[in-house]
Protein backbone atom coordinates (compact mmCIF):
# COMPACT_ATOMS: atom_id res chain seq x y z
CA UNK A 1 0.00 0.00 0.00
CA UNK A 2 0.98 3.58 -0.67
CA UNK A 3 2.76 5.15 2.06
CA UNK A 4 2.82 9.35 1.96
CA UNK A 5 5.87 11.25 3.87
CA UNK A 6 5.98 14.88 4.26
CA UNK A 7 8.09 17.21 5.81
CA UNK A 8 9.00 18.98 7.88
CA UNK A 9 6.66 17.79 10.62
CA UNK A 10 6.36 21.74 12.09
CA UNK A 11 7.57 25.21 11.05
CA UNK A 12 7.62 28.63 12.29
CA UNK A 13 8.11 31.40 9.88
CA UNK A 14 8.59 35.13 9.82
CA UNK A 15 5.51 37.04 7.74
CA UNK A 16 7.02 37.27 4.22
CA UNK A 17 9.96 34.34 4.34
CA UNK A 18 9.91 31.97 1.95
CA UNK A 19 8.03 28.15 2.30
CA UNK A 20 8.48 25.18 0.56
CA UNK A 21 6.41 22.12 1.59
CA UNK A 22 7.58 18.11 0.22
CA UNK A 23 5.28 15.54 0.02
CA UNK A 24 6.60 12.33 -1.36
CA UNK A 25 4.79 9.07 -2.43
CA UNK A 26 5.31 5.58 -2.15
CA UNK A 27 4.35 2.40 -2.88
CA UNK A 28 2.14 3.61 -6.13
CA UNK A 29 2.89 5.45 -9.60
CA UNK A 30 1.32 7.83 -11.50
CA UNK A 31 -1.17 8.93 -8.07
CA UNK A 32 -3.40 12.07 -8.09
CA UNK A 33 -1.92 14.31 -5.83
CA UNK A 34 -3.49 16.80 -3.09
CA UNK A 35 -2.47 19.93 -1.06
CA UNK A 36 -5.18 20.32 1.73
CA UNK A 37 -5.38 23.09 4.26
CA UNK A 38 -6.88 22.90 8.04
CA UNK A 39 -7.05 26.47 9.74
CA UNK A 40 -6.91 25.61 13.72
CA UNK A 41 -10.05 24.03 14.58
CA UNK A 42 -11.37 24.04 11.13
CA UNK A 43 -12.29 21.66 8.12
CA UNK A 44 -10.03 20.91 5.43
CA UNK A 45 -9.80 23.14 1.96
CA UNK A 46 -8.52 22.03 -1.01
CA UNK A 47 -5.57 23.77 -2.08
CA UNK A 48 -4.35 22.24 -5.03
CA UNK A 49 -4.37 19.10 -7.30
CA UNK A 50 -2.27 17.41 -9.73
CA UNK A 51 -2.78 14.30 -12.00
CA UNK A 52 0.84 14.06 -13.56
CA UNK A 53 4.00 15.51 -13.66
CA UNK A 54 4.25 19.25 -14.49
CA UNK A 55 0.11 19.04 -14.29
CA UNK A 56 -1.45 21.37 -11.06
CA UNK A 57 -4.56 22.78 -10.46
CA UNK A 58 -5.75 24.94 -8.63
CA UNK A 59 -8.75 25.34 -6.30
CA UNK A 60 -8.18 29.14 -4.14
CA UNK A 61 -6.61 31.51 -5.66
CA UNK A 62 -3.98 32.69 -2.77
CA UNK A 63 0.06 33.44 -2.52
CA UNK A 64 0.52 30.01 -2.26
CA UNK A 65 1.63 27.50 -5.21
CA UNK A 66 2.53 23.94 -6.12
CA UNK A 67 4.29 21.95 -8.10
CA UNK A 68 5.28 18.25 -9.49
CA UNK A 69 8.61 17.87 -10.39
CA UNK A 70 8.55 14.10 -10.26
CA UNK A 71 5.70 11.35 -10.18
CA UNK A 72 5.72 10.75 -6.54
CA UNK A 73 6.49 14.40 -5.30
CA UNK A 74 4.65 17.19 -5.06
CA UNK A 75 5.67 20.76 -3.74
CA UNK A 76 4.17 23.04 -1.89
CA UNK A 77 5.73 26.59 -2.49
CA UNK A 78 5.01 31.15 -1.50
CA UNK A 79 7.53 33.59 -2.12
CA UNK A 80 6.29 35.64 0.76
CA UNK A 81 3.77 34.01 3.78
CA UNK A 82 1.28 36.15 5.38
CA UNK A 83 -0.06 35.50 8.46
CA UNK A 84 -2.75 33.84 6.76
CA UNK A 85 -1.32 31.02 5.64
CA UNK A 86 -0.82 29.03 9.29
CA UNK A 87 -2.21 25.83 9.53
CA UNK A 88 -2.25 22.49 8.95
CA UNK A 89 -1.35 21.47 5.75
CA UNK A 90 -1.90 17.98 4.47
CA UNK A 91 -0.41 16.33 1.64
CA UNK A 92 -3.33 13.23 -0.12
CA UNK A 93 -3.16 10.88 -2.80
CA UNK A 94 -5.41 8.52 -4.56
CA UNK A 95 -4.51 5.71 -6.85
CA UNK A 96 -6.13 4.02 -9.50
CA UNK A 97 -8.23 5.23 -12.43
CA UNK A 98 -12.21 7.04 -11.94
CA UNK A 99 -10.50 8.72 -8.88
CA UNK A 100 -13.75 9.64 -7.33
CA UNK A 101 -14.52 6.11 -6.22
CA UNK A 102 -10.83 6.25 -4.30
CA UNK A 103 -10.28 6.99 -0.52
CA UNK A 104 -7.85 9.93 -0.37
CA UNK A 105 -4.62 8.65 1.92
CA UNK A 106 -3.17 11.66 3.87
CA UNK A 107 0.22 12.40 5.35
CA UNK A 108 0.65 13.29 8.99
CA UNK A 109 0.79 16.75 7.94
CA UNK A 110 3.06 19.99 8.40
CA UNK A 111 2.38 22.44 11.11
CA UNK A 112 2.76 25.95 9.96
CA UNK A 113 3.21 28.89 12.61
CA UNK A 114 3.73 32.53 10.67
CA UNK A 115 4.97 34.71 13.52
CA UNK B 1 -22.36 22.29 -6.30
CA UNK B 2 -22.23 19.14 -3.40
CA UNK B 3 -22.29 20.15 0.35
CA UNK B 4 -21.38 17.78 3.19
CA UNK B 5 -23.52 18.96 6.41
CA UNK B 6 -22.45 17.59 9.83
CA UNK B 7 -24.31 20.06 12.20
CA UNK B 8 -22.73 18.57 15.29
CA UNK B 9 -19.93 20.68 16.08
CA UNK B 10 -18.87 18.86 19.30
CA UNK B 11 -20.02 16.22 21.23
CA UNK B 12 -19.00 14.76 24.80
CA UNK B 13 -20.11 11.35 26.05
CA UNK B 14 -18.69 9.67 29.04
CA UNK B 15 -17.03 6.29 28.17
CA UNK B 16 -19.46 2.92 27.03
CA UNK B 17 -21.73 5.52 26.17
CA UNK B 18 -22.67 4.84 22.08
CA UNK B 19 -22.46 8.02 20.12
CA UNK B 20 -24.07 9.05 16.74
CA UNK B 21 -22.39 11.41 14.39
CA UNK B 22 -24.39 12.83 11.84
CA UNK B 23 -23.98 13.97 8.06
CA UNK B 24 -25.85 15.15 5.68
CA UNK B 25 -24.90 15.34 1.97
CA UNK B 26 -26.12 17.23 -1.09
CA UNK B 27 -25.03 16.46 -4.63
CA UNK B 28 -26.63 16.10 -7.97
CA UNK B 29 -24.52 13.17 -9.22
CA UNK B 30 -26.42 10.07 -9.54
CA UNK B 31 -23.10 8.26 -8.88
CA UNK B 32 -21.15 9.69 -6.00
CA UNK B 33 -18.91 8.10 -2.66
CA UNK B 34 -19.03 8.64 0.56
CA UNK B 35 -16.58 8.89 2.88
CA UNK B 36 -15.89 8.89 7.49
CA UNK B 37 -12.66 10.01 7.89
CA UNK B 38 -11.15 9.68 11.59
CA UNK B 39 -8.54 12.71 12.58
CA UNK B 40 -6.64 11.64 16.15
CA UNK B 41 -5.23 14.64 18.19
CA UNK B 42 -1.86 13.87 16.47
CA UNK B 43 -3.43 15.18 13.05
CA UNK B 44 -2.82 12.55 10.34
CA UNK B 45 -6.20 11.97 8.89
CA UNK B 46 -7.50 7.93 8.75
CA UNK B 47 -9.24 6.50 6.28
CA UNK B 48 -12.35 4.83 7.99
CA UNK B 49 -15.30 3.37 5.20
CA UNK B 50 -16.38 3.89 1.72
CA UNK B 51 -19.76 3.46 0.39
CA UNK B 52 -20.96 3.89 -2.78
CA UNK B 53 -24.45 5.74 -3.85
CA UNK B 54 -26.09 2.18 -5.03
CA UNK B 55 -25.05 0.19 -2.07
CA UNK B 56 -27.61 1.74 0.78
CA UNK B 57 -26.56 -1.48 2.91
CA UNK B 58 -25.84 -0.70 6.37
CA UNK B 59 -22.32 -1.59 7.90
CA UNK B 60 -20.65 -2.77 10.70
CA UNK B 61 -17.01 -2.79 12.05
CA UNK B 62 -16.22 -4.37 14.99
CA UNK B 63 -17.95 -0.92 17.59
CA UNK B 64 -18.36 0.78 14.26
CA UNK B 65 -21.32 0.80 12.16
CA UNK B 66 -22.72 3.26 9.50
CA UNK B 67 -26.30 4.02 8.20
CA UNK B 68 -26.68 5.18 4.50
CA UNK B 69 -30.09 6.45 3.85
CA UNK B 70 -30.31 7.85 0.33
CA UNK B 71 -33.93 9.43 0.90
CA UNK B 72 -33.37 11.43 3.48
CA UNK B 73 -29.25 11.88 1.91
CA UNK B 74 -27.44 10.87 5.20
CA UNK B 75 -24.57 8.45 6.38
CA UNK B 76 -24.75 8.74 9.96
CA UNK B 77 -22.04 6.78 12.14
CA UNK B 78 -22.71 5.10 15.43
CA UNK B 79 -19.77 4.30 17.76
CA UNK B 80 -20.70 1.69 20.10
CA UNK B 81 -19.34 1.51 23.87
CA UNK B 82 -17.47 4.66 23.17
CA UNK B 83 -13.84 4.33 24.83
CA UNK B 84 -11.47 7.16 25.53
CA UNK B 85 -9.12 6.33 22.39
CA UNK B 86 -12.28 7.42 19.96
CA UNK B 87 -11.47 10.86 21.28
CA UNK B 88 -10.78 12.49 17.62
CA UNK B 89 -12.65 14.93 15.28
CA UNK B 90 -14.64 12.81 12.26
CA UNK B 91 -15.05 13.99 8.98
CA UNK B 92 -17.51 13.14 6.44
CA UNK B 93 -16.68 13.38 2.64
CA UNK B 94 -18.51 13.00 -0.47
CA UNK B 95 -16.88 12.48 -3.86
CA UNK B 96 -18.40 12.32 -7.39
CA UNK B 97 -19.20 13.56 -11.07
CA UNK B 98 -14.95 13.60 -11.61
CA UNK B 99 -12.56 11.38 -12.75
CA UNK B 100 -9.88 13.74 -10.74
CA UNK B 101 -11.00 13.72 -7.02
CA UNK B 102 -10.91 17.70 -7.38
CA UNK B 103 -14.35 17.50 -5.97
CA UNK B 104 -13.98 15.49 -3.06
CA UNK B 105 -15.82 17.51 -0.44
CA UNK B 106 -15.16 17.28 3.70
CA UNK B 107 -17.57 18.35 5.93
CA UNK B 108 -16.73 20.63 8.62
CA UNK B 109 -15.56 17.55 10.85
CA UNK B 110 -17.90 17.05 14.36
CA UNK B 111 -14.97 16.67 17.45
CA UNK B 112 -16.34 13.46 19.86
CA UNK B 113 -14.55 13.89 23.50
CA UNK B 114 -14.94 10.49 25.10
CA UNK B 115 -14.89 11.16 28.85
CA UNK B 116 -13.17 8.48 31.12
Known amino acids: SQTIHQWPATLVQPVGSPLSLECTVE??????LYWYRQAAGRGLQLLFYSVGIGQISSEVPQNLSASRPQDRQFILSSKKLLLSDSGFYLC??????????????FGDGTRLSIL | AQKVTQAQTEISVVEKEDVTLDCVYETRDTTYYLFWYKQPPSGELVFLIR??????QNEISGRYSWNFQKSTSSFNFTITASQVVDSAVYFC?????????????FGPGTRLSVLP
Open chain 1, 92 to 105: ACTIGTGNSNQPQH
Open chain 1, 27 to 32: GTSNPN
Open chain 2, 93 to 105: ALSGGDNYGQNFV
Open chain 2, 51 to 56: RNSFDE
